[in-house]
Every structure is written in structure tokens, then in C-alpha cells.
């Protein structure tokens, strides 16, 4: 079980997952960004994209998004996102021999680290948004 596996370093074991429901902004108004969250050291990378974004879409963002950054990663952890469960994306975690890992949503053992940060991320996204119409 990915609980009790042990992590050597950043980068090894990622949780993905979206945060969708965003206000739009900066040029292309994108609405939602795919979270990254490595287990090893608790760090995020956030990849801007629009929450109707293909399946084909989101897989090249995340692999020209963070491998140039982190490198490959041993296995990455979401939810069962219809995206992240469709022929083209377990393909590509088979060529470049990566595990893709599924948890339950909204699963505290699993990805409650995840969850929290996007709360913590929406919030601050808003108050950023307030804080602008004054």
C-alpha cells in the first residue's frame, strides 16, 4: 500500500488532482490548474489549464509542465477523473514506466494532503480577488 512505502526523495510519489471553479485570469483566462503535490516534502506545482481541457491536453501540460522541473516520477496518486483513467493517459504512464495510483476522492488517509492544500489555495485565490476590487 502507498501508506507504508518508504519515500528517498522529492519528486518519488506525487498526488495530482484539480482545482476547478476558479476565476479566470492572465491572458488565455484559464479557469482551473492541475495541483501537483509531492509526498516527500509536502511542495506544489500548480499547472494552469481550463477545466474542459481534453484528456490529450492535460497529459501534455502536465509532461511539458513538471518533468523539465522534478523529473520523472515513480508513481503519481489522483482520483479516478474520467482524464486521468482514459487509453492515452495510462499508455503514456506505460512508455515512460511510471505508476498511476488511484484513490478514492475526497480520501483522507490517501489524499488529504491534497485536498487541504486546494482549500487553502481556493481560499487565498479569493481573498486575492477581493482584495483587487477594493
Known sequence: MIQTQELKSPWEIVHMDWVKALPPGGDRSFNACLKLVDRYV???????????????????????????Q?????????????KFTSALWKNSHDLFGTKLTFSTAYHPQSDGVTERMIEIYKKL??????MADN
Open 42 to 68: 509536502k511542495t506544489q506545482m500548480l499547472l494552469p489549464c481550463d477545466k474542459d481541457d481534453t484528456d490529450m491536453r492535460i497529459a501534455i501540460m502536465r509532461w511539458k509542465g513538471s518533468i523539465s
Open 70 to 82: 522534478t523529473g520523472l516520477f515513480h508513481n503519481i496518486m489522483s482520483n479516478r477523473d474520467p
Open 125 to 130: 485565490s479569493e481573498d486575492s480577488l477581493l
